[in-house]
């Protein structure tokens, strides 16, 4: 069983950053991977952003590369997703989810989620 608290979000201005980390706890929780969801009103949940357990490979949906970037401590039990050059369309409930295969750019393929957090980005 795996638990995952995320935290960081708010409200920016367009062209702002927001950092969010996610907190996954747990007996086995440093060997899963890690990925961003997003989810806007009305709208599907939409992959961002994934990386291993070790922190040594990443991938990132189309949308946000080069301005999402994702990172990991497990020594701390979190992962970060920087987010940069933030534009109104990234407005949505950002989820963070485990998985134990790598990259999963599926929903399906992920076991555990957090609760989410609210990103909005005013223009």
């Known amino acids: 069983q795996v638990q995952l608290v995320e935290s960081g979000g708010g409200l920016v201005q367009a062209g702002g950053s927001l950092r969010l980390s996610c907190a996954p706890s747990?007996?086995?929780?440093?060997?899963?991977?890690v990925g961003w969801f997003r989810q806007a009103p009305g709208k599907e949940r939409e992959f961002v952003a994934v990386?291993?357990?070790?922190?040594?490979?990443?991938a990132g949906g189309d949308s946000v590369k080069g301005r999402f970037n994702i990172s990991r401590d497990n020594a701390k039990n979190q992962v970060l997703l920087q987010m940069n050059s933030l534009k109104p369309e990234d407005t949505a409930v950002y989820y963070c989810?485990?998985?134990?295969?790598?990259?999963?750019?599926?929903?399906?393929?992920?076991?555990?989620w957090g609760q989410g957090t609210q990103v909005t980005v005013s223009s």
């Open positions: 989810a485990a998985a134990r295969s790598f990259p999963v750019r599926v929903s399906e393929g992920y076991t555990y």
């Open positions: 747990g007996r086995s929780a440093s060997l899963y991977a």
């Open positions: 990386i291993n357990w070790s922190g040594t490979s990443r």
